[in-house]
């Protein structure tokens, strides 16, 4: 991910997101390895109080972009009843 050109690619092919889910593929990627909230991605992604699912459904549509297997993913994990993290780089 480049963040300075909001670049996003999977191993050689670039990625095209939507401006959410450069969102929040951005924060995950500045906190990665750490369980961010849900109420925490909420704020840092909508103005006004939204409902969790349209989180769990940006979240959903973020991993069919850059999961091999979206219902298994690698790197976007979900912690249950908490949120969400990015799994560190080894």
């Known amino acids: ?3 300075v050109r909001r670049i996003v ?3 050689h092919k670039e990625v ?3 401006p959410k ?3 929040l593929l951005r924060i995950l990627v500045q906190h990665a390895g750490k369980v961010l909230t849900h ?4 704020g840092e992604l909508w103005d006004q109080l939204t409902d969790a ?3 769990s459904g940006l979240c959903r549509q973020l991993r069919q972009k850059i999961e091999a297997d979206p219902e298994r993913p ?3 994990l979900t912690e249950t009843g908490v949120g969400y993290r ?3 780089p080894d």
Do not use: I
């Open 16 to 18: 095209k997101l939507s």
């Open 1 to 3: 991910m480049d963040l």
């Open 86 to 88: 990015l799994r560190a």
């Open 9 to 11: 690619k999977v191993g």
């Open 21 to 23: 889910e450069y969102d």
């Open 74 to 76: 690698q790197f976007v």
């Open 53 to 55: 699912q349209y989180l």
């Open 39 to 42: 109420k925490f991605l909420l």
